[in-house]
Structures are given as structure tokens and as C-alpha cells.
């Protein structure tokens, strides 16, 4: 029988000596450069996405503020169309009309009445005040008329 030669056994063979490359000393590299550049290309990642939210919350309260600004002049709006009804409502002329409808005249006669500051004292001890009107007739706080009723009273006033 005839013997195939196999691939591998037709290949010269080498020596184990020169099959190995000559080992060398590579010297380090330095990574630093690489961190910086790292740590810089995140702090702008971080500052565009910052800004980026930034931008959003600004717009977003910028659109609330709006909102604010149109309801308060609306209701400006109302308020001055409610002012003008009060004023038609209390308008002379209209409460003339609407008591003359009812029934009501005019008084022929005018009269004052003049109350006793003991009388108005016992009705406000008795039932309690009832608007700030009636307080002031019987107590008056303003300072300056309490300094110049003294000064009255003890000195010529400046």
C-alpha cells in the first residue's frame, strides 16, 4: 500500500528557537491624558443635559406666568364691569326711582338729633359696637390730636 503524505508532515519543520520573537521592552503609556478628556467630554454631557433642563423649567414657568398674567387682567375686567354695576346701582337718580316705586317721598323737614357721649357709651357697654363709626365718636387714638390737645393745654403749640 501507498502512504499518503499528510499536510502537516509535508510543511518543513523549524525550530522551536526561531519560532519565538524576541521579546522587548514596551515603555508605559500614560492614561491620564485619556481621564482628563473622560472626566471634560462628561462635564459637557452633563452641563448641555443641565442646561437643557434648565431651559424646559424656565419655559414651563414662563407659560404659568402667562396663565397668571391672563387671569389677573380678566379678572381686572371683572372687576371694573362689577364696579360699574355698584356704581349704576348706587347711582342717586336709580334709588330715587326705585323709592318712589315703593312708595317712599321725600322728607319735607330736616332734624338732627344730638346724642350725650354717656348715651352712646352705655349703648355701646349694653350691645357692643356696631360699626367703627360709632367707636370713633367716643375714642379717639390719633396720637398727633393727643399731642396737640396737651400741648394745648400746657404750652404755646409750635
Same mark, same amino acid.
Given at each position: 500500500?501507498?502512504?499518503?503524505?499528510?499536510?502537516?508532515?509535508?510543511?518543513?519543520? $523549524?525550530?522551536?528557537?526561531?519560532? $519565538?520573537?524576541?521579546?522587548? +521592552? /514596551?515603555?508605559?503609556?500614560? $492614561?491620564w491624558p485619556a /481621564? /482628563? @478628556?473622560?472626566?471634560?467630554?462628561?462635564l459637557v454631557f452633563l452641563g448641555l443635559l443641565g442646561a437643557a433642563v434648565f431651559h424646559t423649567q424656565l419655559a414651563e414657568r414662563q407659560l404659568r406666568l402667562d396663565r397668571l398674567d391672563r387671569q /389677573?387682567?380678566?379678572e381686572r375686567e371683572r372687576f371694573d364691569e362689577l364696579r360699574y354695576a355698584r356704581a349704576e346701582l348706587r347711582s342717586p337718580v336709580r334709588l330715587?326711582? @326705585?323709592a318712589s316705586e315703593l312708595g317712599m317721598r321725600r322728607g319735607r323737614a330736616t332734624t338732627f338729633v344730638s346724642v350725650s357721649?354717656?348715651? +352712646?357709651?352705655?349703648?355701646l357697654a349694653a350691645a357692643g359696637p356696631i360699626g367703627d363709626s360709632a367707636v370713633r365718636i367716643v375714642i379717639h387714638t390719633d396720637p398727633l390730636d393727643q399731642f396737640r390737645a396737651v400741648k394745648s393745654v400746657t404750652e404755646v403749640t409750635p
Open positions: 500500500m501507498l502512504a499518503l503524505p499528510l499536510l502537516r508532515d509535508s510543511a518543513p519543520r $523549524r525550530s522551536k528557537k526561531t519560532e $519565538r520573537a524576541s521579546l522587548t +521592552v /514596551v515603555p508605559r503609556r500614560r $492614561r /481621564v /482628563v @478628556a473622560g472626566l471634560t467630554w462628561s /389677573v387682567a380678566s330715587a326711582a @326705585a357721649p354717656d348715651a +352712646v357709651a352705655r349703648q
